[in-house]
C-alpha cells in the first residue's frame, strides 16, 4: 500500500514535538535520510535544533563545503574532525571494529556540540533497512549496531526508522529538498573507510576519494542505485616502461529497490573502458582496475 506521504510528515512533525522537550542535535550528513529527518525536526521545534555535520575526511570529493552550503540556512555547525577520525581508526583492519570506531567517534563529537548548547536529545536518520541489518547481524550500521553502550543522551529520536529508503525520498521530493539531496545515492556513514580493505591511512583515503568521484562521473548517466570505487590492495603492473606495485581499484554499480537485495549494473564495455583508463591514468598509484559483478547476497553492496 502507498504510503500517505503528508500524513507521514504531519505525525513526524507532532512526534517530534511531543519528544524533544529542550534542545536537540541531530547529526547531519547530507544524505537523503538525515537532510529528511533534519527538516522534519526544524519545522517542528525550529531554533531549538542544532544540526551537526562532522567533516570525519572520510566523505567524498568536494561533498563537505557544499553540505554546510545547502544547510546554512538552517544554522549547520560543522565540526572538523579529520585528525581525530584517522587516529582512531589507525592500524584497524576489521570492517565491524571501523564502523564500531567510526559510530563512536561520532557520537563523542556530538556529545561535545550538545554540552556547548545544553540538549540531551540526538536524532538521528535511521531508517528501516539500517535496523533490519544491524539487528539481524549483518553489519553494524554506525547509527544503530555502531553506538556506543554508554553515551550522555538522555534520548535518541529516530522519525525515519520504519522507512524503506524509497519511502524516505518520497518524503524529501514532499519538502521541497533540492534534487542533489533526494535523488542522492545512498553513502556509508563510515563513508570511505569502508570503502578501503584493510587499514584506513590518509594515502589510500586520497586515492578512493578521487577514484569514487571518477566512477560516479562516468557512471551517473546510467541512473545507478548505488556507483563508487574500492580500494583491495596492491598488485603489480606496468606503466611506461616500469613495472609497478600500485593499488587496485573496484568498481561497484548496482540496481536495487530498497538496499536488502541489489543486482551489479550492465554498463557497456566502452564506459567500462573509460573508466578504468581516466583511474589508472589520473591517478598514478593506481595498476589495475576491476569490475564487480556479485549481486547481494551473497555480496553486500558496500565492500565491508
Known amino acids: 500500500m502507498a504510503m500517505n506521504v503528508q500524513r507521514f510528515i504531519d505525525n513526524a512533525i507532532e512526534e517530534i514535538r511531543r519528544d524533544v522537550k529542550g534542545r536537540a542535535i541531530i547529526g547531519l550528513s547530507g544524505g537523503v535520510d538525515s537532510s529528511v529527518c533534519a527538516m522534519l525536526a526544524h519545522r517542528a521545534i525550529g531554533d531549538r535544533l542544532v544540526p551537526v555535520y562532522v567533516d570525519s575526511g ?76 544491524s539487528e539481524g547481524g549483518i553489519k553494524a550500521h554506525h547509527n544503530v549496531g555502531g553506538l556506543p553502550s554508554c553515551m550522555e543522551f538522555q534520548i535518541i529520536v529516530e522519525p525515519l526508522r520504519d522507512l524503506y529508503k524509497d519511502e524516505v525520498r518520497e518524503v524529501a521530493r514532499a519538502l521541497g529538498l533540492p534534487l542533489e539531496i533526494s535523488e542522492r545515492m545512498p553513502y556509508p556513514g563510515p563513508g570511505l573507510s569502508v570503502r578501503i580493505v584493510g587499514d584506513v591511512t590518509r594515502e589510500k583515503l586520497d586515492v578512493v576519494r578521487k577514484a569514487n568521484a571518477i566512477v560516479e562521473e562516468e557512471i551517473m548517466k546510467f541512473s545507478p542505485w548505488q556507483a563508487f570505487a574500492a580500494l583491495l590492495g596492491k598488485a603489480t603492473g606496468v606503466k611506461g616502461d616500469n613495472r609497478v ?10 540496481t536495487s529497490r530498497d538496499a536488502m537485495t541489489a543486482e551489479a549494473m550492465e554498463i557497456p564495455w566502452e564506459n567500462l573502458r573509460i573508466i578504468s583508463s581516466r583511474i589508472t591514468g589520473e591517478i598514478p598509484s593506481v595498476a589495475r582496475v576491476v569490475y564487480d559483478l556479485t549481486p547481494k547476497p551473497p555480496g553486500t553492496i558496500e565492500f565491508e
Not at 68 to 93: Q, S, T
Not at 245 to 254: C, F, N, Q, T
Open 58 to 133: 572520510l566523505m567524498r570529493q568536494h561533498e563537505s563545503d557544499r553540505i554546510e552550503e545547502l544547510f546554512k540556512d538552517i544554522g549547520l555547525v560543522r565540526v572538523n574532525a579529520h585528525e581525530r577520525f584517522l587516529d582512531a581508526l589507525k592500524g584497524v583492519d576489521d570492517p565491524e571494529k571501523k564502523r564500531m570506531i567510526v559510530g563512536e567517534t561520532f557520537i563523542r563529537v556530538f556529545e561535545e556540540e550538545a554540552r556547548k548548547i545544553g540538549g540531551g536529545c540526538l536524532m538521528q536518520g535511521t531508517i528501516y533497512p539500517d535496523r533490519i541489518e
Open 245 to 254: 606495485y600500485g593499488w587496485v581499484v573496484a568498481v561497484r554499480a548496482v
